[in-house]
């Protein structure tokens, strides 16, 4: 069973992804900020981390810097997804940023192809 790691500092978002993909067949963890998700990846590595970008603690562009330089996390696939009108610089060789609204659909696509590329 494939591994999502979902972090959000809202409650209701975490817990509506939580369901989508646990119905779609995946592990899925969570963590409301990104100190906490970077914790948990190191635990356990997961096969593709969703992340909001604004959080207290450790937002998600500091999340995946530090994911980037990781040895161990480096490769696992990041989905950023914000409001923001501009899409940040992540330096992560396999980031992909959203803009909320995103839709489950779309959101179950691509989690599916970055899965599979594993």
Do not use: C, Q
């Not at 369901?19 to 948990?40: C, F, H, K, P, Q």
């Not at 959080?55 to 996390?73: F, K, N």
């Amino acid at each position: 069973m494939k591994k999502i790691l979902v972090v959000d500092d809202e409650f209701d978002i975490l817990t509506t992804w939580r369901l989508v993909l646990e119905m779609e067949g995946y592990e899925v963890t969570t963590a409301s900020n990104g100190r906490i998700a970077l914790d948990a990846a190191k635990l356990s590595a997961p096969d593709v981390i969703i992340t909001d970008w604004m959080m207290p603690h450790m937002d998600g562009v500091e999340l995946i810097r530090s994911l980037a330089a990781s040895d161990t996390l480096n490769k696992v696939p990041v989905i950023l997804m914000s409001a923001a009108a501009n899409a940040p610089e992540l330096d992560h060789p396999d980031a992909r940023f959203r803009r909320k609204p995103l839709s489950i659909d779309d959101l179950l696509a691509l989690v599916a192809d970055l899965v599979n590329r594993r």
